[in-house]
T-cell receptor
């Protein structure tokens, strides 16, 4: 299957700092990437959908100014958690699709801990 | 309203036996897709099986099969001949059309424990 990477795999940061997470599709061009957040022992919650070259579509309740998403190329999407707080600590996982509606391939996830 | 319902928070199964993980869904779309993913403790999401709403045959992938009952809106996962390595979280998911295009939403998950 297709390969999607995420970097970093884990990050610890101080409250108030910003953290950037990268999601890359390594062997295909992803027109659509999805960002999910997963709290411990909970399901994956869709945060936003990003299409290459256009603004991301955020799910209800997700602050677009806090979670900045950029999908500048067909192989890279970034999620920036701005002014991170302890409640932002979570597992962030991306999914990339070749075509709209096609199977999404997940990255390995990024564990964020905000102190 | 919850669109994907997994009513079993946890399930136990004896090694080498079969187990069924339940999933019901709610959608008004005629065209949709149903998925099952496995998430081990490492956190990675492993795709297991897919069923399209227009597929007449139940999907099968090795030891995994999907019992698709469209009228009842259920898409149960059957794992045959359970192995110790099957112990993990299992998520049922549905692909639907949202405001931003297609998106996949997940159920709450079922944790499967395989006993030796």
């Amino acid at each position: 299957g297709a390969v999607v990477s995420q970097h970093p795999s884990w990050v610890i940061c101080k409250s108030g700092t910003s953290v950037k997470i990268e999601c890359r599709s390594l062997d295909f061009q992803a027109t659509t990437m999805f960002w999910y957040r997963q709290f411990p022992k909970q399901s994956l919650m869709l945060m936003a959908t990003s299409n290459e070259g256009s603004k991301a579509t955020y799910e209800q309740g997700v602050e677009k100014d806090k979670f900045l998403i950029n999908h500048a190329s067909l192989t890279l999407s970034t999620l920036t958690v701005t002014s991170a707080h302890p409640e932002d600590s979570s597992f962030y996982i991306c999914s990339a699709s070749l075509l709209a509606g096609a199977l999404g391939y997940f990255g390995p996830g990024t564990r964020l801990l905000v102190l | 309203a919850q669109k994907i319902t997994q009513t079993q928070p946890g399930m136990f199964v004896q090694e080498k036996e079969a187990v069924t993980l339940d999933c019901t869904y709610d959608t008004s779309d005629q065209s949709y897709g149903l998925f099952w993913y496995k998430q081990p403790s490492s956190g990675e999401m492993i795709f297991l099986i897919y069923q399209g709403s227009y597929d007449e045959q139940n999907a099968t992938e090795g030891r995994y099969s999907l019992n698709f009952q469209k009228a009842r809106k259920s898409a149960n996962l059957v794992i045959s001949a359970s192995q110790l390595g099957d112990s993990a979280m299992y998520f049922c998911a549905m692909r639907e059309v949202g405001t931003g295009g297609f998106k996949t939403i997940f159920g709450a998950g079922t944790r499967l424990f395989v006993k030796a």
